[in-house]
């Protein structure tokens, strides 16, 4: 073969991988041509709907004419439709293609049976969705529970045992991967059934925060993680507020705890009102600049939450199944032990109070004791100055 007829062949490999790429973003309804349509820059999932509602399906978009295209999209998207896709576009799409042949990963497009059903009421659902887990939880009933990053040790407490209580009568935890709240309402969903999912605002290839690398690893294995931006996506600011549209759109009911005054929580609970979900708040101390956004919520309709049978009631069929064990915290010692031990069983009561306002029952349930040991415990610490009885027998610890 001639030097020619070489250089020849070699000059045209590029463009023959080109028309190749390209015929298999035109099948109508390939993944190629989906990934295509997602990631041409300026299309967006609004104008992405615009087009499918027109043409029915992503190859069908390429293939339509220029003056139809620019009457739905402008004529600066319907040239990026009609001209031959750039090497930039054509390796994202093959490096999205190769990401969803791994094991345990999936693109679900709006045409896939298993994209979520509950994403399809709202009124921005993303073209597309990276998962990286248990598809099938995306389908699952689920409560949204998100808070404060900079959440009290108090705080922390309620999103995981919450969380966990509500994953072991079978919802489904969504939430943020973020710090604070999310990561522990992520722990506790991992211990129920339930399950957990979180939606990220960054490429679902991108670690972030690094600190919750280990936990999303544990929600890889046991839950599911799930991003609408294409792989390599920063975290950059804007996305975070936007993702929050998918954290409540794929829950039933969003509970907040710990938010202040204007906080990303109170972004998604606006969300999930706008989406016809319930939204749900747990109260706090007057004093505190976390319990404000949750207090906000109150006034502006949410329900007021101090146990998860305050949720439960909201879902009757998962109210059914909340013959939950008593939650025991570390430490706590069997009835026998704590009898030949009062101070031993005071510490565990103050322990589990907290500093929130509770009833009885919550109370006995996080001690592991039944309602008459407990009783004989409170009167002491109230006769000691160390708890205060509110109406409603409620009990708040002092000091």
């Known amino acids: 073969m001639s030097a020619a007829t070489e250089g020849g062949a070699n000059a045209d490999a590029p463009l023959a991988a080109q028309r190749s790429?390209?015929?298999a973003c035109d099948d109508p309804g390939s993944l190629a041509a989906?990934?295509?349509?997602?990631?041409?820059?300026?299309?967006?999932?609004?104008?992405?709907?615009?087009?499918?509602?027109?043409?029915?399906?992503p190859g069908a978009v390429f293939q339509a004419p220029r003056q139809v295209l620019e009457a739905l999209a402008g004529p600066r998207l319907a040239a990026a439709l009609r001209q031959p896709s750039s090497a930039a576009l054509r390796a994202s799409v093959e490096a999205a293609l190769?990401?969803?042949?791994?094991?345990?990963?999936?693109?679900?497009?709006?045409?896939?049976?298993?994209?979520?059903?509950?994403?399809?009421?709202?009124?921005?659902?993303?073209?597309?969705?990276?998962?990286d887990g248990n598809p099938a939880l995306l389908q699952a009933e689920a409560l949204a529970v998100v808070g404060s990053r900079n959440a009290t040790a108090q705080g922390l407490a309620h999103a995981e045992r919450f969380s966990e209580e509500l994953s072991r009568a079978g919802l489904a935890i969504v939430s943020g991967l973020a710090l604070g709240i999310d990561a522990a309402a992520h722990t506790g969903g991992l211990r129920g059934p339930g399950s957990t999912v979180a939606v990220i605002g960054t490429g679902i290839d991108i670690a972030y925060p690094s600190r919750n690398r280990a936990l999303a690893q544990r929600i890889v294995e046991d839950g599911c993680i799930v991003s609408e931006y294409p792989l390599g996506m920063p975290p950059l600011a804007a996305n975070f507020p936007r993702r929050n549209r998918l954290i409540s759109g794929l829950a039933r009911a969003v509970l907040v705890i710990e938010a202040a005054a204007q906080s990303g929580s109170l972004i998604t609970a606006r969300m999930a009102a706008e989406q016809g979900r319930d939204v749900?708040?747990?109260?706090?101390?007057?004093?505190?600049?976390?319990?404000?956004?949750?207090?906000?919520?109150?006034?502006?309709?949410?329900?007021l939450v101090e146990t998860t049978q305050d949720v439960l009631e909201e879902m009757p069929r998962f109210a059914r199944r909340a013959a939950l064990p008593a939650q025991v915290f570390p430490g706590a010692a069997d009835e026998s032990e704590m009898r030949a031990d009062d101070d031993a069983a005071t510490s565990i009561v103050i322990q589990a109070m907290g500093h929130d306002p509770l009833g009885a029952d919550l109370l006995a349930s996080r001690c592991g004791l039944d309602a008459a040991r407990l009783a004989e415990l409170l009167l002491g610490l109230e006769l000691e100055g160390r708890i205060e009885v509110l109406p409603g027998a409620r009990y708040r610890r002092l000091g």
């Open 98 to 131: 190769d990401w969803a042949r791994q094991p345990g990963h999936a693109i679900a497009t709006l045409a896939d049976t298993h994209y979520p059903q509950a994403l399809l009421t709202i009124p921005d659902p993303p073209l597309l969705l990276y998962v």
């Open 280 to 303: 749900f708040a747990i109260p706090g101390s007057i004093h505190s600049p976390l319990a404000k956004g949750c207090h906000q919520l109150i006034r502006q309709g949410a329900k």
């Open 21 to 23: 790429h390209d015929a």
């Open 34 to 57: 989906w990934l295509r349509l997602a990631l041409t820059e300026g299309v967006g999932a609004g104008n992405g709907r615009r087009l499918l509602a027109a043409f029915g399906l």
